[in-house]
């Protein structure tokens, strides 16, 4: 019988029955790995692996046909190196992380608006200061670089709040209502001017490395915060560092930098109005996320025992 090889942090009896009633109609036996020993152990074994698997194992993969990641991230996997034939299908779980972080968009824009770090740095001193004006949701205009899941969960969310929404992606199209216009990354440059705040979840590839640009951060105006949920490396954190240690922008929100964790002596610590995060928005700490990317691969399984075109398959070629 084929093997399925499952290795996730999150698995309960729940979904282990799930996925192994899945799999027995299909066709398939399932073996769920404890800890990277056992994985390594009985990998040569499996035709598809769901989960998060170290690279370097992958090569002992000899039967495998398809990696499923339970993470929407899948950079590591993406060289030819790692895979033991050039026809291994990749899929990711984007699309199972969206409401987890964008709420975690929303609270750290709120905390920005509303002047919270402010707050936090002079409560922390037994300080009772009260800081005018605040901002609001309402009337400010955000833009979103990235218009996939995590985008159009935010964009929901900030108009249903009273915001005016601009999407920007590579195609300059996108079918979610919430945004009041979708723009090609040609025309990044003609919105930034504008944005009370620019919202970055973009994969890192080859084409988003550094996108925002020393010469795109001057063109935010000095009221606009930078928050980025997608990878650090999309951002030039030197210019970035410039900018907020010199008030030329308001303030950010960093899930993600360079490098991770971030050293203790690294400048982005001490910039004023800055929060940061251990790239903690998503992971599996909400159990939606858990419940969303376990549907998912029980649904795209269904569908390459099937023969069916698979949901969230990944072109290891240009990253997503």
């Not at 036996?29 to 194992?57: K, M, N, T, W």
């Not at 929303?106 to 920005?112: E, K, R, T």
């Not at 606009?224 to 303030?251: K, P, S």
Request: with cysteine; aromatic share 6%; net charge negative.
């Amino acid at each position: 019988m084929k093997k399925i090889g499952v290795y996730v942090d999150f698995m309960n009896d729940t979904f282990r029955s799930q996925i192994e009633a899945a799999a027995n109609s299909l066709g398939f036996s399932v073996e769920f790995c404890a800890d990277r020993a056992e994985l390594a152990a009985q990998i040569r074994e499996y035709e598809v692996v769901y989960g998060h698997i170290p690279p370097e194992l992958l090569k002992q993969a000899t039967k495998l046909r398809w990696l499923c990641s339970d993470y929407a991230g899948i950079e590591k996997y993406l060289p030819d190196a790692v895979w033991p034939s050039a026809d291994c299908l990749l899929s990711n779980s984007s699309g199972a992380y969206g409401p987890t972080i964008s709420e975690h968009i929303v609270m750290v824009l709120l905390m920005l608006l509303r002047r919270m770090p402010e707050y936090q740095t002079e409560l922390a001193q037994r300080q009772w200061t009260y800081h005018t004006p605040i901002r609001s949701v309402i009337g400010s205009h955000i833009v979103l670089l990235g218009t996939g899941d995590i985008g159009c969960n935010t964009a929901r969310r900030l108009k249903a709040m009273g915001a005016s929404v601009t999407g920007v992606c590579r195609s300059g199209k996108c079918e979610e209502p919430a945004f009041d216009q979708v723009l090609p990354i040609s025309e990044l440059e003609s919105v930034l001017p504008q944005a009370d705040a620019l919202i970055m979840s973009v994969p890192f590839t080859s084409a988003t490395a550094g996108i925002l640009s020393r010469e795109r951060i001057a063109l935010l105006p000095e009221s606009a915060f930078v928050i980025n949920v997608g990878r650090g490396a999309t951002i030039d954190q030197e210019a970035l560092v410039e900018a907020l240690q010199q008030q030329r922008i308001a303030g950010a929100a960093l899930d993600v930098m360079v490098p991770e964790p971030l050293p203790a002596d690294h400048p982005l610590w001490s910039c004023p109005n800055t929060i940061i995060t251990p790239h903690c928005s998503g992971n599996m700490s909400l159990g939606l996320t858990c419940q969303l990317t376990v549907q998912m691969f029980l649904e795209d399984l269904r569908r390459y025992a099937t023969g069916e075109p698979m949901h969230n398959l990944v072109d290891r070629k240009i990253g997503y």
